[in-house]
């Protein structure tokens, strides 16, 4: 197996289109300019494309015969207001679900996502003689929300798309440009969240007598919680219980006839995960009982699936990565307690997916004395090179490793 | 002692004096038209007046020799959209503090403590011959959020006006109309309001580790404030301690740096208040160490005084009223939890005070199936009469009891 | 009426009971040499007397015509080592119902009682034609488990006995000696004990995860529980719960499979007695359910009733006692928080009742600089004078302002 | 290398040691006729031995130039009851420390640890000319209560005993017999445990308000505590943290003045524990002051320190198993939370150590329906072969990788 490089002019495009993306944003599952520009570069690139799950954009590769492979390249921006000094600095902006209009920026690198898997399409069109088999392209909206592999999958994706044995993907990272990091088995925890609404019985707060408190019993409920994680939890098992929002009441004196709190549940294991989500919800109906309170409400605001990275899938791509990069560039490391909806789409199938990380920041930037800048920051500026064509050569190394000569 | 009774023009004075203060309420410590529209009455009446603390006015009557007595009726409407469907309903709108528009209601019945005091000085002017002394009439802003009896001591109140031996006050309640009620010694709760700001360390919800979770700290310190009432009080003694609004965090995984409460305080005796202010303050601050967190900011909001009726003072009151309205309408209750500013007037300069409600509803409100609509309500119209001629007569024949022949 | 005064010879009579019952204390419903003493003195003074509830002894007197009166005195004393340095200081022992030996104390004062209520008989039978009626004499057993008045009564007092139309009763108080205090309406409180048994899972204190930890379960009850005073009972009402013993575990690092505690409950008005164990069984159920746990066990420990004072029964004994004692010895006192089974005897027939106390210290032990021994400590030592004659003068002052001519 | 096959008459003294130890367990720190027995043993064999710290052993056996390698059995048994229905079952007692006589049980299987070794010595006397160094011969007493290894050290025992450069140990686990596990890295947890007696103001349940109440207190300590493995560990870490036993208070209605509680805290990573302990000892201090409580006093029982398989000296000991015992019987196993003070002994010198597991049960015993009887359990009986010779080998091969020609 030989890995092409880029030519000039493949990296001068890389670099134009990265540009481009990164100044047009778009908020979840409203990624309508960002598909337009996929299907565009496609059509140029003599790939057949088509829509799913809304604003996602599918292309496939037949090249003879041979395995399929897919990759993922997921396409949304953030809320948020970017603060990066780059001249091709994002001023757009977009409407939340509710209406209000906000800043966005590709604020989690999606961006480079999009550009590299696009780049390494031209390279590996370009040398199709290197490899035989069906490659999907998979660029998928709606990551932020978890609401995009879902998308495409309820959509049909793998009844009009070929299915393929592996499903790959990659995300920029703040460690060093010109690395790649991986994990063996769990990769990113399982995230779930919901938003509770407590119940209770409002009233003057000079006669609790005849109220149900609902900002006592919200706190009884997120005390209660701690001790979820604390005695229930295998000890060896990871999981993480975070009440991220409480919000109740208007004035000082006046007992609130509800109050709201959101929470977010990571974990690697699934069992862990059942044990953590039966043990929250038990809890949070127990303690409205205990205030003889109303039942409470709970709303799954978002579940992000298990990233778990199949051991001999994964093996077969290190030692790609390996060959390509050298040793040294290639780091093992635990998994990351973040999450993603990638797994989401091999699962719907029973394949195995593998996903790695290539790396964002020179080291000037991560040896500076302040804070560097990560995903989700108004700073986060990832040095364009080695980044992107680190991010390109991984790709189509994940790629050849499959369907290599 | 001979109470005068209204004459038929005093009477549609009364109604129509009180009709335009309904309609024209204003937000506390912002009541401008209505101190102009006190002043202009209390100058066709011939009673000297000065403004004091803002929005205040104080009329002085002097009329020979004989004892001092101040009365005191409280000008400020609330930041309530009426609804009680009366030909007179407020349209009115104010300002915030922070400069929200909002609209404005005469919802505590302020308005006919303005128009009774207003036809009771009618009244004794007319009949002067039956009493002696001097009268001051204090027609007080800010009685809601405790602001308005403190700026009118604070500006000179009792420097600038006749020092009186006693300071009468009254107050209209969801009682049956035409009936008084009264407590001897403790008649309204004390009121203490804090806000307190929680701080933490901000950060992501995977890694808590690296946060003090203000969200989890608070719900600490409202839960172990439970044991405050619970094992710190006599419970003998009267105390309640609400949190009214906890408010901190916008994501369910992101823990925020802060989070803030709201609490109250009701107690009736000043020892049993120390104690609960103090073991409030201890704990907020023994719990901000015990998440090893930044010091938390206690910051009081409003402070009601003690609301005591002088037991030889009140029962020289509750003497005349059941002369004027026979015993079976004039009763004793336990005090009330809630709170008024009525009581620092007295407490500056040391001299006895004594407080009474006077009847809102007729019976057919109070034994209805509706939940009878109370002080605060959007819903409460005091039926006309008998309530503000017995407001009338009530004001009357306390001031005769000091001041009569 | 006049209240006949103690001859020098009942005097010593009554100096000398005391004595012998300070020495010879039994534990609550093992009062069998006490009863026997008891019958034998009323046999002496030529009184009728049946056994009732076991060690109980009832006495009638019957006087003629006229209203029928019961007093009652308990007679049990406490698992107590007396440390009065009394010259007949009590050196007794008692086996508590699990076989324990104890040391046993009359440190409650129930020998003044007994010894009052015998000496009130004689001077009674010595001027049978100042009353007539009939008097009933109620030695009560186990007083302090609240288990006497309830066997007196479920063995049928009401039945061998004349019914009364009020019953009366006193205790001893750490109060100056020659001195009476009474409430009208409620005088003590109820009180209500419960153990709960917390089952939970055991396990190695390293594996969490397969045990439900009883210790954590139980210490969320308690910090639960302290919400119910601070926000299910009206603030002027009055009500404690006190977890009086909490224990569990025998080593530090295993997870036993179960905690006990025991709470007791004092409550004034029925209402909130009700308000307070509802909620009480209501969170103890319900923070079984948080925790995933097996349903818990809740045993009733004890129930005191309530003690209230009719007010027009208290009025007759209070002018009895002013006339008997001047009204300056005579004081009216808030209820205390303290309990009695007294009110037993009288709720099961519906009629009146009256308790009321009567001082045990001199002046000099009141004012002392050293804590003031009171009821249940090992240093409690009623002045013999005047607090016996007080006694006995209560006693017959009280019945006489019923039965006298 | 090549390991020495018991002999006949080897394997019948192996036996022979065994029961007799099993049949006579003493408790920790008093293992007085155990240290006899090995010191006879020994003698016999031909080994020079000293006494080290109280009731440790320590036998040196040069044999020519090399290497100096340590391996060390424990030696104490248990407080327990044994209910194995062996005929060589413990009918022992012992005194604990209290002056308490019990019953004493070889229950963690220290017995087989103390034979296999002795044996291993045996074996490779017989065989002198298959290794040459130093072989240092460690018999532990006090295992159980962290107080052994400790106790050698301070003891001397690195001045007094050639000084290793590597030490080895061995632990009888109920996995299956023949087989032995490993751990690369962390092996076991550390464990810390800790006494908190928690003061407060006694006093009448029915007066909280003049008392501080110290199950309040040491409930919202246990409530807070399960915070920090919730909020402040990285859910990447392990930590556990029990409160084993809680114990205050004698009857339902009286606060008592003091609770204790114990707990204890396992962790793998010593970053961690030294969080979890700070934050325990914060919130326990700050609890206090919560409540206005006097300070509490935290009491050290316990520390059992890190067991850290070094990487490196793992791998060798691995090798040499997987050659003697076949690959599939080594298995490497996730660390256990469970605990050992054997770390002590090389981290006293810096120098590495290596703990592995033999197995106690055939496959029918694990199959069973019925739990599988445990360490610490009265029912744990190991199943005499191939237990017993699977260890002398394990110990004969290890020494023998390092020391082996």
Known sequence: MSVPTLTEAQTETLHRTYRHLHQHPELSMQEHRTAEFIENRLAELGVESFRCGGTGVVGVIRNGDGPVVAFRADTDGLPLQEDTALEYASTATGNLPDGTEVPVMHGCG???????????????????????????LIFQPGEETAAGARAMVDDGLWDK??????????????????????????????????KVTVRGKGGHG????????????GA???TRIQSVVAREVDPRESAVVTVGSFHGGLKENIIPAATEFTLNVRSLDPATRDVVLGALRRIIMAEAQASGAPEEVIEELSHF?????????????????????????????????????FGALAEAIGVPSVFWMFGAHDRGVLDSQEP???????FFAPVEEPTLSTGVRAATTAILSRLGN
Chains 1, 2, 3, 4 share one sequence.
């Not at 999606?110 to 999907?136: Q, Y």
């Not at 560097?372 to 108004?378: L, M, Y």
């Open 110 to 136: 999606h961006d480079t996502h999009i550009a590299c898997l696009l780049s390494a399409t031209e390279v590996l069109l370009s040398a199709r003689d290197t490899w035989a088999g069906t490659l999907v």
């Open 161 to 194: 798309a070929p299915v393929p044995e592996v499903v790959f993907g990659q995300h920029v990272m703040p460690v060093e440009s010109g690395t790649l990091t991986y994990s063996v088995g769990d990769a990113l925890a399982m995230s779930d969240s919901w």
């Open 206 to 217: 000079s006669q609790p007598q005849d109220c149900v408190d609902p900002i006592v019993l």
């Open 220 to 222: 009884f409920m997120v």
């Open 305 to 341: 699936p298990r990233t778990f990275n199949d051991p001999a899938a994964t093996a077969e791509v290190v030692r790609g990565f390996e060959a390509e990069f050298g040793a040294d560039r290639v780091v093992e490391s635990a998994p990351l307690m973040g999450s993603e909806d």
């Open 372 to 378: 560097t800048p990560v995903n989700h920051s108004p």
